[in-house]
Structures are given as C-alpha cells and as structure tokens.
C-alpha cells in the first residue's frame, strides 16, 4: 500500500510486541484515534460524491482523483462498507 501521510498527524503510543511477562514496547500509530470522527463523516450525506465505477478503477485510483493521495484508497473501501476489496469492489 502506498505511503500516505494522513496517518503522520495520528498518535503515537507504547505497543508491547511481544506479550510476555518482560514487555518489549515499540512506538505504533493508534489507528483508532479519529474512527469517532471518521463515523460521525459517514453518517453525514454531504460528505459523499456521487460516482459511477469506471473499468479499470481501483480504491487507489479513486483516491488519487477525488483526495491526491492513492493511499487514501482505503477511506473509500471502508465508507462503502466492502470488506474484502478483490471480491466486492464493482
């Protein structure tokens, strides 16, 4: 997945990597941080763009057109609620 830098603003916490009785942390993004705003969004009809899927049109694609950001691909798959984006993308 491409690199993108919407997660650059997200928290940083303490994350044990290992699980063990001697803890071992690393620094991870918290990617749950904003997913109450995120909800808030897509429960807004305003914040969509009506779009009819093109052949050869991926998440990415999409992304790249309507935020100039290709990682932003998966913003897409989760407001349309697809859960496995080779099967259920049009």
Do not use: C
Not at 9 to 35: C, E, L
Not at 42 to 71: H, W
């Amino acid at each position: 997945m491409p690199f993108t830098p919407f997660f650059e603003f997200f928290p940083k916490v303490q994350y044990d990597i290992k699980g063990t009785q001697y803890p071992i942390h690393d620094t991870a993004t918290d990617i749950f941080h904003r997913m109450g705003y995120f909800k808030d969004v897509l429960n807004n009809v305003s914040s969509y763009t009506l779009y009819e899927i093109q052949d050869n049109d991926t998440p990415e694609i999409l992304a790249e057109k309507f935020y100039g950001d290709p990682g932003a691909g998966w913003m897409i798959v989760y407001a349309n609620d697809i859960l496995d984006p080779l099967w259920d993308w049009p």
